[in-house]
């Protein structure tokens, strides 16, 4: 950087003074770059040089201002190496978060916890409670951070009625549920009907001891129709279809634990067409979240396609919305897991005059798409994508051709790049007729919860089977017997608690929205705390 | 996570015929007030104890407030024929369907009915991407494709006629499900 002309005076007046000090000068020749319009000579000394950052200080080499940059590097890969512009200090910032306080970090997304140069062992950055050195509880997380949730525990149906959600509504059926660990409550969105279709939050107390006030999630006067929801911490995050705008679109928007919005409604799609189902995840980055969000799309027609969006943690759009899926495979009703090193993307698609399921994996940023690869299942239906253990479960009801429900709800287990580890098989018994299900993963094992035909009418089972899709268990029914009850959807709350939302209706009664949970029962594997 | 993604998302492909224009007669949008106490029968209801609102949490994002439509009541249903009745009313070679004229502006209402048109040949669980679906039948966008499913009548008391196993699950048309 070339010194002003009042710095060289300055230079100039110091230089002569040195000069004086020293023994016999017999002659002063003053160095001709301190003419502006001679040589340049911009420096004798160090202190002749003026950073403006103090990351970038500067020295004196051969009359010329030269920038020495202080290297800030503390030879650990998991730190964010930095220098204070201000100070010329180094800062040394943790590459992942530890957001739950437990004085563990996340790992870097794609790495397992502990994993060489994951950058963080915690498995659960939720939860304070979930760590390496915690000790193993009923409370729905994996605490000691060995891979397996509340471990073997029992699960006990709730012998108290469910809560009617929707009451007062014409109808009411399930979007979506989820736990808030810092709200401690349960948020449930449904779609209930009254006077015209309405997109509801609930907030549930564990152990249906209430539920707070019906908020709507879309304020709008059109039908709108709840989707899923996501999140464990202050902030829950919605997708859903309605059709404000004369056509069926995403929308998106987060909420608190109360239900309140914290920002306008997201319009996700503007394109032509049924936007429809939408499927939606939080993913944890080193020091925050974000969410990706996919859904089936007609934009191009009929036979359109499945599309994605990424949202940062705010809520925002991060690009556009991205061709999930090639033309012509006229695919629906989307899933999306979130895996250990990728995103799985479950659909349903057309084959031979029929219906199928295939698969395809991405980044975390929809990105490095794999080929579509099918994933063997006879008409299937309802079909979901499960992250458990690093590997994929994938769960459907088989139709059949009278359009009925098969007898059985089917699965299958895929790795993360969509190989086939365990080929379809039953993962109910036998019943009249079988459809609708819900997965909790467990680690080394899994919770599903199904409905299944019983004695002229629908019921909730649940039941808990290996990564390897073998049950370990009898079948427990989760709902009583003087109702109808189908399409559960299952997310673990607090004290090893799982919530249930479900339809379900009385005698002649109109479906409802319903909440119902079972409780983790200690078993004798593990010594926990009551 | 949603299992019974078809549950919500059965929307009406086809519905016979016309494409008037909503009303844009304004409805209310109520919500379900707190029940009393004191309810009873195999469901509890959730709002015998209500339990008060979380607080909020220190540095949660503060809630924002949406603008909020107008209250708007809604239009009375055009109402040609009925689709669920033996004889519907209309024409020979005609049939009744249900259908939905969609809102052209968020504050703006569904206009529901039914109205004769013509019918088409395809039946439970037939697909409708190409052709009509029969009397009694109604195209609906399913999980699995768009579909016909027999017409249900979701009003109280309306007759069950969906098959064992299969359900009278809602469609967005007010009044009537499809068989699913």
């Known amino acids: 950087m070339p010194v002003s002309s009042r710095r060289q005076r300055t230079l100039a007046a110091s230089l002569l003074l040195g000069c004086g000090s020293r023994a016999e000068p017999t002659q002063i020749v003053l160095p001709p770059a301190l003419d502006a319009g001679g040589p340049r000579i911009q420096c004798l000394v160090d202190e002749d040089c003026e950073p403006v950052d103090a990351c970038l200080p500067q020295q004196c080499v051969e009359q010329r201002c030269v920038e020495r940059p202080i290297e800030c ?84 149906p709730s012998a108290t009625p469910a809560l009617v959600l929707s009451e007062g509504a014409e109808q009411g059926s399930p979007g979506g549920l989820t736990f808030s660990d810092r709200g401690g409550s349960y948020g449930a969105v449904f779609t209930q009907r009254l006077g015209s279709s309405q997109n509801t939050f609930r907030s549930v107390q564990p152990q249906k001891a209430g539920a707070g006030p019906a908020v709507p999630v879309s304020e709008v006067n059109s039908d709108t129709f709840a989707g899923p929801i996501v999140g464990r911490g202050a902030v829950f995050a919605t997708a859903w279809e309605d059709r404000r705008d004369r056509d069926y679109e995403i929308y998106f928007n987060r909420l608190n634990a109360r239900g309140d919005k914290l920002g306008p409604d997201l319009r996700v799609t503007r394109a032509a067409g049924f936007s429809l189902r939408p499927t939606l995840i939080e993913l944890p980055t080193a020091t925050s979240r974000e969410y ?180 370990l268990g009898a079948a ?53 705390p009551r | 996570m949603r299992a019974g993604l078809a549950l919500a998302g059965m929307m009406l492909i086809w519905a016979c015929g016309g494409d008037a224009e909503a009303d844009a007669t304004r409805r209310s949008n109520p919500l379900p007030s707190p029940v009393p106490p004191g309810s009873d029968g195999p469901l509890n209801d959730a709002g015998t104890s209500p339990p008060p609102r979380p607080e909020p949490e220190p540095g949660e994002p503060p809630p924002y407030s949406p603008p909020s439509c107008p209250p708007t009541s809604a239009p009375p249903p055009s109402v040609e024929c009925d689709p669920l009745a033996e004889d519907s009313g209309c024409p020979s070679g005609q049939s009744c369907f249900p259908f939905v004229d969609y809102p052209t502006s968020p504050c703006e209402v569904e206009l529901y009915g039914a109205r004769c048109g013509p019918s088409g040949f395809g039946v439970q669980g037939d697909s409708c991407a190409d052709s009509l679906c029969a009397a009694d039948h109604i195209c609906v966008s399913t999980g699995r494709g768009t579909l016909c499913a027999r017409l249900c009548g979701l009003s109280a008391g309306a007759p069950d006629v969906c098959d064992p196993g299969l359900l009278c699950l809602p469609i967005d048309i007010e009044g009537f499900g499809g068989c699913l």
């Open chain 1, 73 to 156: 590097d503390d030879d650990d890969p998991c730190t964010v190496d930095a220098c204070n512009p201000a100070t010329g200090s180094c800062r040394f910032e943790p590459l992942t978060a530890d957001d739950d306080g437990d004085g563990y970090r996340r790992p870097l997304p794609g790495l397992s916890p502990g994993a060489p140069g994951a950058c963080g062992s915690d498995c659960n950055d939720a939860s304070p409670l979930a760590h390496p050195d915690g000790v193993e509880r009923c409370d729905g997380v994996d605490n000691d951070c060995d891979g397996s949730v509340d471990n073997g525990a029992l699960f006990t």
């Open chain 1, 292 to 471: 990706r969000l996919a859904w089936e799309d007609e934009r191009e027609g009929d036979a359109g396609r499945i599309y994605g969006q990424s949202l940062d943690g705010a809520g925002a759009p991060i690009g556009d919305n991205v061709e999930l899926t090639p033309s012509g495979l006229d695919p629906s009703s989307p899933s999306l897991a979130l895996g250990t090193t990728r995103l799985g993307l479950l659909f349903n698609v057309a084959a031979d005059g029929a219906r199928a399921l295939a698969f395809r994996s991405f980044d975390f940023d929809f990105g490095a798409g794999s080929d579509v690869l099918p994933v063997p299942a006879d008409s299937p239906d309802a079909a979901t994508l499960t992250a458990n253990a690093g590997r994929f479960i994938v769960a459907w009801h088989v139709v059949l051709s009278d359009s009925r429900p098969g007898t059985q709800i089917w699965g299958s287990a895929l790795a993360e790049d969509g190989t086939e580890l365990i080929a379809p098989r039953p993962l109910t018994q036998s019943a009249p007729f079988a459809r609708y299900h819900s997965l909790v993963p467990l680690g080394d094992r899994f919770m599903l919860f199904w409905s299944e035909w019983r004695n002229g009418r629908y019921a909730i089972f649940a039941n808990e089977l290996t990564p390897d899709l073998e049950p």
């Open chain 1, 476 to 528: 427990r029914r989760i709902t009583g017997p003087g109702e109808e009850a189908y399409a559960p959807l299952a997310a673990f709350g607090p004290q090893g608690e799982i919530g249930v939302l479900f339809t379900g209706r009385s005698g002649s009664g109109q479906p409802q929205a319903l909440f119902t949970s079972i409780s983790c029962d200690p078993g004798a594997d593990i010594s926990l």
